[in-house]
């Protein structure tokens, strides 16, 4: 039989309800004591949900909380002759004021954490349905991807396949590309978005060798530099 300490979501919430009093006795220990006892919670927490960032708030406020008492010892009695120490008191004052509220602030969550109530009453989300139109331009970036990995590893297949060659029947989707070394000009002005000028210049620059790579044709190849980003998206030198 499993007391109302160990609902803890660590532990599994299954279908029991803490009581709704479950936890509280973390804020009068922190108020009551001015923030004193502060870390008695959080250390209670930190055993609870045995999670680093718990631990190193309980230490905080451990720090604090001898501080403190440090600064509290530090004042005259009221026997001794000595005038109050206006400073002392402040910080003491500001101290104090600082832990309790932060304390509850941070109690307050930590106690849906190791009591159950964060994770039933937090409803699930639903991640709103991906724009049509985001959703095929992800997906043909993807293919791309994939299409000039598949060059990469297996230039034989690639070709094969008509990687780049969208002028060629084929069935394989390769998401958009151009192979800049053996496709027409009307295909790479119409992938790479250039007019048909451009893209003569493209295969102009071909010579009698080939690219090596699509940096390489816009080194030799004069071509607008608003062009360059579509260029490497969309081109393709299948070696």
Same mark, same amino acid.
């Given at each position: 039989m499993r007391s109302s300490d160990d609902l803890s979501p660590d532990r599994g919430t299954g279908s029991a309800k803490p009581p709704i009093w479950a936890g509280l006795w973390y804020f009068p220990v922190?108020?009551?004591?001015?923030?004193?006892? +502060?870390?008695?919670?959080?250390?209670?927490?930190?055993?609870?949900?045995?999670? @680093?960032?718990?631990?190193?708030?309980?230490?905080?406020? /451990?720090?604090?909380?001898?501080?403190?008492?440090? $600064?509290?010892? #530090?004042?005259? %009695?009221?026997? %001794?002759? +000595?005038?109050?120490?206006? @400073?002392? +008191?402040?910080?003491?004052?500001?101290? #104090?004021?600082? /832990? $309790?509220?932060?304390?509850?602030?941070?109690?307050?969550?930590?106690?849906?954490?190791?009591?159950?109530?964060? %994770?039933?009453?937090?409803?699930?989300?639903?991640?709103?349905?991906?724009?049509?139109?985001?959703?095929?331009?992800?997906?043909?970036?993807?293919?791309?991807?994939?299409?000039?990995?598949? +060059?990469?590893?297996?230039?034989?297949?690639?070709?094969? !396949?008509?990687? *780049?060659?969208?002028?060629?029947?084929?069935?394989?989707?390769?998401?958009?590309?151009?192979?800049? &070394?053996?496709?027409?000009?009307?295909?790479?002005?119409?992938?790479?978005? !250039?007019?048909?000028?451009?893209?003569?210049?493209?295969? %102009?620059?071909?010579? *009698?060798?080939?690219?090596? &790579?699509?940096?390489?044709?816009?080194?030799?190849?004069?071509?607008?530099?608003?062009?360059?980003?579509?260029?490497?998206?969309?081109?393709?030198?299948?070696?």
């Amino acid at each position: 039989m499993r007391s109302s300490d160990d609902l803890s979501p660590d532990r599994g919430t299954g279908s029991a309800k803490p009581p709704i009093w479950a936890g509280l006795w973390y804020f009068p220990v922190v108020v009551l004591s001015a923030g004193i006892l +502060a870390p008695i919670p959080f250390i209670h927490a930190a055993v609870r949900l045995r999670r @680093t960032s718990v631990r190193i708030l309980a230490g905080m406020y /451990t720090l604090a909380s001898v501080a403190m008492v440090y $600064v509290m010892s #530090a004042a005259p %009695s009221s026997d %001794s002759p +000595a005038p109050p120490d206006e @400073t002392l +008191a402040t910080i003491l004052g500001f101290l #104090a004021m600082t /832990t $309790v509220i932060a304390g509850c602030v941070q109690l307050g969550w930590l106690r849906g954490e190791v009591y159950g109530f964060r %994770s039933r009453a937090l409803p699930a989300r639903v991640p709103p349905p991906a724009e049509p139109a985001i959703a095929a331009a992800l997906s043909a970036r993807a293919r791309r991807r994939q299409a000039r990995e598949l +060059a990469e590893r297996d230039p034989l297949l690639a070709r094969e !396949l008509r990687v *780049g060659r969208p002028d060629l029947a084929r069935d394989y989707d390769d998401g958009g590309l151009v192979e800049l &070394n053996t496709a027409p000009a009307s295909s790479i002005a119409e992938i790479c978005d !250039l007019t048909m000028e451009d893209a003569e210049k493209i295969v %102009s620059g071909r010579g *009698g060798g080939a690219y090596s &790579n699509v940096d390489e044709v816009l080194v030799l190849v004069d071509l607008p530099i608003a062009s360059w980003p579509t260029i490497r998206d969309r081109g393709i030198v299948i070696g």
